[in-house]
């Protein structure tokens, strides 16, 4: 298919695909805070879509554009397949995922042990792209165990690049197959930036973005002097504050007529929380726990999150819990102008 392609700046910023954090509730959050930033599904796999209830694990909120979803599987058909129900439900990108680390996903078949059958991978890709007309992405590791040869992560997009794949989000780790868990392999291979800033160099006509241990503005600037995204994610969601200043530092956004509050916002969620309740019977606490990090380093954020994440107040309704929570912001506001 001719795929209209988006301009690189698309993939300037994006908040990483979690598995366990990134669902629609979480997108929608984080939409309230970045208007420009690309957002990412949890990663479905091709057979929970076809052998499963496909419209639930599709849906989404229409406020969450532009949103990628992410896709966990290795067979070329089923690729294929699902890419193009991914499209009819309306997501702007199908990217596959190449990086996760999990026993789960090594059993499958799919995730970071795919960096090791690049032809595989080309194979998939070269399926969906021929099956759809939105842009198809991989998200990688730079290497697979012990392998630490910058030629091996060279090749591997080289082969997969062959195939119609023109973007690459590129976590800066490699992913240790064996002995570590997925939280250790966020964290003990070190990270090698300068590797992804050589696929840049070495490939100026696809798009590279990258993963991994971005915490900071500063930080972010810093990338994307050397590659064309920076892609956050654990940061983005514990304090999910700092993409407020995205979309007019990093996007050129002129600044909102009145100024984004953390109270705004989390009074938007409430509102959210009792339309997703009458929509489809989805609880608040489940919606609520993604926007934990929301006072995050703000006084009084610690018995704000306790109420929150209550579980006894749970029969309550959203609204009367949001109440609750205010009464403890506003006794440290308080306290703090008593003090000064």
Known sequence: MSVAFPDPSFWRLSVAPMMGW?????????RLLTRRTLLYTEMVTTGALIHGNAAQHLHFNEEEHPVALQLGGSEPVDLAVCARLGEARGYDEINLNCGCPSERVLKGAFGACLMGDARLVADGVKAMVDAVAIPVTVKHR???????????VRDFVGTVSEAGCKVFLVHARNAWLQGLSPKENREIPPLRYELVHRLK???PGLVIAVNGGIKTNA???????????????????????????????????????????REAVELAMVDYMERAQDDDGAPWYSIASHMLGLRHGEHGARKWRQVWSNHKLKPLPAREVWAMAQEHVGHAELAESELS
């Open 219 to 261: 930080q972010i600037a810093e990338q994307l002097a050397h590659v064309d995204g920076a892609m956050i994610g654990r940061e983005a969601y514990h304090n999910p504050w700092l993409m407020t200043e995205w979309d007019q530092t990093f996007y050129g956004a002129a600044p909102p007529v009145e100024p984004l509050t």
């Open 142 to 152: 730079i290497g697979i165990d012990k392998i630490e040869s910058y030629d091996f």
């Open 22 to 30: 990134t669902d629609r509730h979480c997108r929608f959050f984080h």
């Open 201 to 203: 160099r070495d490939f």
